[in-house]
């Protein structure tokens, strides 16, 4: 890499990295109100229906962000360029599968339908559409 690359390469780094840092901080704060409000919403109240979508509307929420700074580990472990090029839309996106994934667990279980199987389906249904969009991003041009 030359010298002039190099130094177009360090803002960039510290910009991503500060965004990655906003995400984790915003992640954390999601993960945190979530369950606090979760775990108040299990003790306090009946499983009237009301309750019950604000049960699975708090559980979304409180495993995206609990998902979120374990998602920029991995990006940042197992990537090129320490996650340099990975959007942090990408990373709140997968996070939110994460908490979608859980959710519908959660939902399936009310009638007694999850399995094993079912829940296996279920993740490769959603690791197939980000596999599609993360292809689907990469194929676009984008003039620099």
């Known amino acids: 890499m030359s010298q002039e690359q190099n130094e ?3 803002p960039r780094r510290e910009f991503v990295e500060a965004s990655h840092v906003s995400v984790v901080i915003g992640g954390v704060i999601l993960a945190v109100g979530g369950w606090s409000t ?3 919403l299990v003790n306090n109240t009946l499983p009237t229906v009301p309750n019950r979508w604000a049960f699975f509307a708090l559980l979304q929420v409180s495993l995206t962000g609990t998902a979120l700074p374990f998602i920029r580990f991995l990006h940042q472990r197992f990537s090129t360029e320490r996650a340099l090029f990975i959007n942090p839309n990408v990373m709140v996106r997968q996070a939110i599968w994460v908490g979608m994934f859980g959710s519908v667990c959660a939902w399936l279980r009310i009638p007694r339908l999850l399995s094993i199987p079912i829940a296996v ?7 197939a559409i980000e ?3 993360r292809i689907r991003e990469r194929t676009q041009w984008r003039p620099e």
Not at 121 to 127: K, S
Request: no cysteine.
């Open 131 to 133: 596999f599609l969009l």
């Open 121 to 127: 389906v279920v993740a490769l249904a959603l690791v």
């Open 38 to 40: 979760l775990v108040w």
């Open 8 to 10: 177009k390469a360090v």
